[in-house]
């Protein structure tokens, strides 16, 4: 416990003893205590005398109140307290006012007190009235007056006169050692075997310096004097220089006022306050340990002044800011039925304001967010004189304990919830094997209720099929409680449950035990596995057809298919063929009727196709609309026979839906199983490219599977190419790269206009280049997913590049003919410039001339669009066309890029050099600037710049490099 905490506790205590002794021993010294702050808390009756204030009047207020009004004007209190507070005393002679006004000579003193961690608890003052002796000084004429004064002041006088080393002491301080009356003189060596060895040599240490330096006059200090008896006692001596009437010269003279009882007493408070001391340390202590919190307050204020450990450690904060009882507002308290209590009923508060114990429970939001629960007894502490000054607190934190009970509340809850709420039946027995209760699963399964059940062994409450079935299960229930553990192995069974039905029952019986290994009993789980038989029959149909049609599915099909590639490796074995099916304008019936009629659809499909396939063949549903079919012990050409059956049963069947007639076609590819089919990847992939082959040349017809044909070939490149481009994405193996665009005329200089091109890397060598792979993007859809691709990355490069950006003029990024005709795109390339910090007017967007005539009205609405936002276009291989100068004035394109292969062979070409010419011409007299591509040496260059063309690209110019290097 902080001991300013119990000081403030016990302090009226410790004044009410300390001015005892002030008053019984402290008689011409007014002795005064004050707080930290300087408010005077003691006031003995010396000081009452001394300065007129009775001690209600003085206690409470400033030290200032005995200074003069010019001291308080120059801020002398205050200062006075600070220096004592850096200093540790401060000690003078000065003019003090009375309450009546009149003023008084008095010696002052000013020390700060401190604990042992040297925390300020507050200063000491004495006021000693020294204006008989500064009259004395003034007016010899007043000696005797002065005399009777010291006399009762206790003050005795001595002088030194330094030429004759002779000391004169006066009567009154000889009476105050204890000797005769009478002045006596004797030389400064004697006179200073007066004081006490251990003061002698400070003593005169300090009359040799003031000697040797008069401006160090006066001298204030303490002192232990012999008397004749024996025994010391304290003075406090006062020195200063004196000239006498004479002329003499200078006499120091000192002036002695003894302090033993001030000395005895403060003795005595100091050795009570060090017994205080140890004795609050002692409490602090125990209360530091206690595990309780522990709140100590003011009463009636209720104001927090102390809190231990554990108290802190539960509310999570201190017990700053806690000034009164309105205050306790600040902790967010609830009853036990959580409702949030006012100030006014909270038990310190009642304690404080009724005077009497409270015991509650309360809970608290601490600052971490969590709740706690508190056993709260507060009481209010009565001192000696019987007034009640402190109030306390103890809390006991019952989280825990709140917390286990809640627990094992909700447990069982939720235990006898989930016995009711499980599907399986389960039996509980007690020690002696009888049934102690039954879920109303089990109630279901035994075919009896809890109430017929209970009391009776296993064996009795269950009925089943099984001959000895229900004497096995009470055996292992007796078994498994000798033995402790549970018993695997029990018989399948066949329960008789209510009105005759019977239900597959698996069971299981295990002990019961407590935590420390008490049996109390077993539990008997019979689970019905009614349902799941059912099931595992029906999944073990559902596991191998497709649930729709009911043919094989495509896991059963490729299993099939896979023992078929086998037997086709044995020897002698018959051949066979694989036929991959998809239905042509399927998409048509979903989108005109509904999903719903397709299904239906399917449904006449499949069963159209069994009456025309062998039962020894498998017919499957592998996809949407998708087919297969596995031909046994036939050639390529029965294979192609059994194809065109399935051709006219398509052609053939007619579906009405809405008051229309639908008439479907099919596209088959056909495969042989044989030795050089490997996987069933790999014939399944075969049969898609021949089926994929049937559709382009027509639909509605079947293809055999040729290696050599060269649409096979293609369209096995091309998926490779789109396997390639799907693990690119996956992998960020798409690269982009830059090619400056740079104005002919200055050629050399810094290139500010580049073109992105994209680049697949390979991980291994230089990556490959956009026409190897590109094509199949375009025939298999995936160039809209590589056009948003290339569009992200380069703004996200632009966005986090901002000083290549800034010295950027342009960026061209090529645009597809899909993309320039797809809403979709055009919608996002909007959307993701509008979001870009990329200023639009630094893209250029680069089309081809087929790509724009293709859909001229939506790629003319595009440029638009974006060129409202400040990009630009380009018109990319231009003359490769044979529509270009028709189209060229009605697309708002800003260059035309003439193509490469003009410029290549323009320096040996007349009429490409005319054409290169004719070109630029024309696109500046409708405003567009001209690029050429491809240029590749300094005479081409030269040449175009004799034409005019205006700017140039080329590996001459600037070969691609990556765009993040």
Not at 220 to 245: I, K, M, Q, S, Y
Not at 746 to 762: N, S, V, W
Request: charged share 25%; glycine share 8%; proline share 3%.
């Amino acid at each position: 416990m902080p001991e300013r905490c119990l000081a403030s506790v016990l302090s009226q205590h410790e004044s009410a003893e300390l001015f005892r002794l002030m008053v019984a021993g402290i008689r011409e010294c007014g002795v005064m205590m004050l707080d930290p702050e300087g408010t005077i808390t003691t006031w003995n009756q010396a000081a009452q005398e001394m300065t007129g204030y009775a001690s209600e009047q003085a206690i409470g207020a400033g030290y200032a109140l005995v200074y003069t009004d010019d001291d308080r004007q120059q801020q002398l209190p205050g200062h006075d307290l600070d220096l004592a507070a850096r200093t540790g005393f401060v000690g003078n002679e000065v003019w003090r006012r009375r309450r009546d006004g009149s003023l008084f000579w008095a010696h002052t003193s000013l020390t700060a007190l401190r604990d042992a961690g040297g925390a300020l608890l507050g200063y000491s003052a004495t006021l000693v009235d020294m204006t008989h002796l500064c009259r004395l000084k003034q007016c010899e004429r007043e000696r005797q007056e002065i005399e009777l004064i010291l006399g009762a002041a206790w003050c005795g006088i001595w002088k030194w006169d330094i030429g004759r080393d002779e000391v004169t002491v006066s009567r009154h301080l000889r009476e105050l050692l204890g000797y005769d009356s009478g002045e006596r003189t004797l030389r400064f060596a004697d006179w200073m075997l007066c004081v006490l060895e251990d003061d002698r040599r400070r003593i005169e240490a300090q009359l040799t310096a003031l000697r040797d330096k008069p401006a160090l006059a006066p001298l204030d200090t303490e002192l232990r004097c012999r008397t004749r008896e024996g025994p010391a006692r304290w003075f406090f001596l006062r020195a200063n220089w004196e000239h006498d009437v004479d002329g003499r010269g200078p006499v120091l003279v000192g002036a002695c006022v003894d302090i033993d009882n001030r000395k005895q007493a403060e003795n005595e408070k100091m050795r009570l306050y060090h017994q205080l001391r140890q004795e609050r340390a002692r409490f602090a202590n125990i209360l530091e340990q206690l595990p309780s919190g522990v709140i100590l307050a003011e009463a009636p204020s209720g104001k927090l002044i102390y809190q231990n450990r554990a108290g802190e450690a539960m509310l999570g904060r201190g017990i700053d800011g806690v000034a009164s009882t309105e205050d306790y507002g600040s902790y967010v308290l609830y009853d036990a039925k959580g409702r949030r209590m006012r100030t006014e009923d909270l038990p310190l508060t009642q304690s404080i304001r009724e005077g009497r114990p409270v015991v509650q429970e309360l809970q608290y939001d601490r600052g971490d967010g969590k709740r706690v629960h508190f056993a709260v007894t507060t009481a209010l502490i009565a001192d000696p004189d019987g007034s009640a000054r402190t109030a306390v607190a103890v809390m006991q934190d019952v989280t825990e304990l709140k917390q286990a009970q809640l627990c094992a509340a909700t447990e069982k809850e939720r235990a006898l919830v989930t016995l009711a709420a499980i599907t399986d039946g389960v039996v509980t027995l007690g020690r002696d094997g009888l049934v102690t209760s039954v879920n109303p699963s089990a109630e279901r399964l035994l075919g009896r209720t809890e109430a017929a059940a209970v009391g009776h062994p296993v064996a009795d409450v269950l009925s089943v099929d099984e001959p000895g079935g229900e004497q096995a299960i009470q055996d292992a229930v007796m078994q498994c409680q000798q033995e402790r553990r549970p018993i695997p192995g029990l018989p399948h069974l066949t329960a008789h449950g209510r009105d005759g039905r019977r239900f597959s029952i698996d069971n299981a019986v295990a002990p019961v035990t407590l935590a420390d290994g008490e049996l109390i009993g077993a539990v008997l789980v019979m689970h019905d596995v009614t349902e799941s038989k059912r099931l595992v029959r029906k999944l073990g149909f559902e596991a191998s057809h497709d649930s729709l049609t009911g043919l094989f599915n495509r896991r059963e099909f490729e299993q099939r298919l896979q023992r078929a590639l086998d037997h086709s490796r044995q020897d002698g074995s018959a051949g066979s063929a694989l036929l991959y099916l998809d239905l042509d304008q399927f998409k048509i019936v979903n989108d005109t009727c509904g999903h719903s009629a397709g299904d239906d659809l399917l449904r006449l499909l499949a069963q159209s196709y069994v009456s025309h396939v062998r039962e020894r063949d498998t017919l499957a549903r592998i996809g949407g609309d998708e087919f297969a079919l596995i031909v046994e012990h036939c050639d390529v050409d029965e294979a192609l026979g059994v194809a065109y059956k399935l051709l006219d049963a398509t052609r053939n069947l007619r579906y009405a839906c809405k008051g229309r007639m639908f008439q479907l076609g099919v596209s088959i590819g056909i495969t042989p199983i044989d030795t050089g089919t490997a996987t069933v990847e790999e014939a399944l992939r075969r049969a898609d490219h021949a089926c994929y082959i049937a559709k382009e040349r027509g639909r509605n017809r079947a293809y055999v599977h040729d290696t050599s044909d060269h649409d096979f070939a293609q369209r096995r490149s091309d998926m490779h190419w789109v396997t390639r481009l799907a693990h690119a994405f996956d992998h960020d193996q798409l690269q982009l790269y830059r090619q400056p665009i740079v104005p002919i005329s200055d050629a050399g200089g810094a290139a500010r206009h580049y073109e992105i091109l994209l680049r697949l890397g390979t991980g291994q060598g230089a990556p490959i280049g956009p026409a190897s792979f590109l094509p199949a993007a375009e025939r298999y859809d995936l160039i809209l997913k590589i056009d948003r691709w290339v569009l992200m990355r380069t703004l996200d490069w632009m966005s986090n590049h901002r000083d290549d950006t800034e010295h950027l003029d342009m960026c061209s990024i090529n645009l597809s003919r899909r993309s320039l005709g797809d809403q979709s795109f055009h919608k996002f390339a909007a959307e993701l410039i509008d979001r870009s910090d990329v200023p639009p007017h630094k893209l250029c967007f680069e089309i081809t001339e087929n790509g724009a005539i293709a859909n001229m009205n939506k790629t003319t609405n595009f440029i638009r669009t974006l060129s409202a936002r400040g990009c630009r276009f380009s018109l990319d291989d231009f003359g490769s066309g044979m529509t270009s100068l028709s189209y060229l004035k009605e697309l708002p394109v800003d260059f035309i890029k003439i193509d490469g292969a003009f410029i290549q062979t323009m320096s040996s070409s007349e009429v490409d050099y005319e054409m290169v010419r004719f070109t630029n011409e024309i696109s500046h007299m409708m405003g567009r600037k001209t690029i050429a591509e491809y240029v590749s040496d300094p005479a081409i260059l030269g040449t175009l710049h004799a034409i005019g063309v205006d700017y140039a690209q080329g590996f001459w110019v600037g070969k691609p490099r990556p765009l993040m290097a």
